[in-house]
């Protein structure tokens, strides 16, 4: 039976640079210098292990998730939790990634979820795979690994909300399905 009781959502923080390296770091990203920074240029910003760019798909969930003003861009106040998400999800990957190829292949993608207290079948990990593997190359880069896990952890707290005694079974009604993927940050 599959699990879902992640034992860590997320790797380990790093230490945070001084705000004087971070506003440094904030105004090289911030190219239009008008104090905040859009999709556009965290995503100029944000290279993947073959120096290709980010998919604007994690840009956007990345940014929802930092931008507490809800203005759809970060400012300096949100930018030191982002670039540690970035770098702690970075330096996670980099663990996974045991055959440096800077993408993650099966096998690896599986013990990084199993790590991250996530019990899943073979064809689950291997749908997981498919899904976010833009360049069907049997593995995900850095940023599709971001949304990948973004995405199951999402799905997994939708579940959770009607998996009330935890054995990892619900019975809901397709309407009560529709409802919580409707409502969830997924969508």
């Keep these: 039976m599959s699990g879902y009781r992640?034992?860590?959502?997320?790797?380990?923080?790093?230490?945070?640079?001084?705000a004087d390296l971070l506003r440094k770091?904030?105004?090289?990203?911030d190219s239009?210098?008008?104090g905040t920074i859009t999709p556009k240029e965290l995503q100029a910003a944000l290279v993947n292990g073959n120096n290709s760019e980010f998919n604007m798909v994690t840009i956007n969930m990345m940014i929802n998730m930092f931008d507490h003003d809800k203005t759809g861009e970060i400012c300096f106040k949100e930018f030191g939790s982002l670039w540690?998400?970035?770098v702690d999800?970075?330096?996670?990957?980099?663990?996974?990634d045991r055959d440096k190829s800077g993408s993650i292949n099966q096998a690896e993608l599986e013990e990084a979820l199993t790590s991250f207290g996530y019990n899943l079948s073979p064809a689950v990990?291997?749908?997981?795979?498919?899904?976010?593997?833009?360049?069907k190359k049997q593995a995900v880069r850095f940023d599709d690994f971001i949304q990948c896990c973004l995405v199951l952890h999402g799905?997994?707290?939708?579940?959770?909300?009607?998996?009330t005694d935890l054995d990892g079974v619900v019975t809901i009604s397709?309407?009560?399905?529709?409802?919580?993927?409707?409502?969830s940050s997924l969508m």
């Design 25 to 29: 770091y904030f105004d090289r990203v």
């Design 6 to 18: 992640p034992r860590r959502p997320a790797p380990p923080p790093p230490n945070m640079p001084g």
């Design 89 to 96: 999800w970075q330096n996670c990957f980099k663990s996974f």
């Design 155 to 163: 799905m997994t707290e939708t579940f959770r909300t009607e998996d």
């Design 174 to 183: 397709y309407e009560k399905f529709l409802t919580m993927i409707l409502n």
């Design 84 to 86: 540690r998400y970035v």
């Design 32 to 34: 239009n210098q008008s």
């Design 125 to 135: 990990y291997a749908l997981l795979l498919r899904k976010f593997d833009r360049t």
